[in-house]
């Protein structure tokens, strides 16, 4: 069977968690992008008592900056086959995830299923595009090679003459900024508090067991203390050197133009040889996106500006008319393998879920649900065993032992 039959016979982790929920642990979750705030929604939903805290505005980080693309097929690179099947199974979640996400908060998300296009511009990239297109058809993921003229019946705007094109169905959108909103105001309507504007001093680490956090406003307690700020989670203090997460920040710049709304200049969301566009119902145009090995280097360069556009308007040309709405500047959480560490991170009480990467807006509904099933339960789903924050220290280990 392959990687996409074993992964929808998976039981669904949502499920697991609801059932094995023997205490409620009271929680503080550092961070509030994305992956703090479900996490934070999910505890909350099951009686936990969740503080959430965040050095800006909840939702203002790498969050704030995605693009919102749920690209489990599109983005499977060789060596991220058991990547694959946790994209998948959080894929699967989505939509039942933001239909509950809009009803518990009142508002909408985005949710998009055009599905997504991958083009090549010359015939270089077509024969690129033929070799992931085969590695990924035989993971058996559901996408369709298009001629250049059958791409173009389906987005117009296309330039003419690309000579070829992968359309996969399954690969959707959302817009995060809306969803970071719902997720705020969802967990806070579950009971969860969230204090903004608040960065953590440094967790409580005694006789080997996470004990709470020192922030501004004081000591807060707590039996369980979540690691979920993203690509600042090395910048948390009191934690031992060893039990840092190995997440570094990856930059990110993009911009938006303006479309027409009525008629936009496209429809699905369109990847190209370097970068990619996703349309919005509100007439903006996401264009990105960078990626860069610069620290917590924030300018937008013109350099960075320049290939943007410059690879958006060899695939539509069209673009030169549209205004440019906003630019921006993001860090993903990148980890050494470019997955996340989810779970234990080996200090008790001390839980991880950072180095998302590229895939934190797609991980949301799964790392939720595995994150609040181990706080529930002190178990790990199955499926997020090779996702442990400690395989990195277990690398170290073995070299050493060489």
Known sequence: MNLV?????????????IRAAPHTPKTVVVGAGVIGLGIAWRLAQAGCAVTVYDRGEAGHGASWAAAGMLAAAVETEPGEETLLGLTLESQRLWPEFARELEAASGIAVGYRDEGTIVVALTHDDAEHLRFTYQFQKGLGLDIEWLSGAQARLREPHLRPGIPGAVLSPRDHQVENRALTRALATAAQQAGAVVHEHCPIQEVEVAGGRARGVVTARGRDPADVVVLAAGAWSREIGGIPADYLPPVRPIKGQMLALRMDSAAPLLRHVVWLPNGYLVPRHD???IVGGTVEERGFDASVTAGGLLALIEGAWRAVPAIEELPVAETW???RPGSRD???MLGPSGIDGLVIATGHHRNGILLTPVTAAVVSAYVLSSRVPEMALPFSPRRFGQLRAAVAAQ
Request: glycine fraction near 14%.
């Open 329 to 331: 500047v993001g860090f």
């Open 5 to 17: 039959g074993r992964a929808r016979r998976r039981e669904s982790v949502i499920t697991a968690s």
């Open 338 to 340: 470019d997955a996340p």
């Open 283 to 285: 007439g903006r145009l």
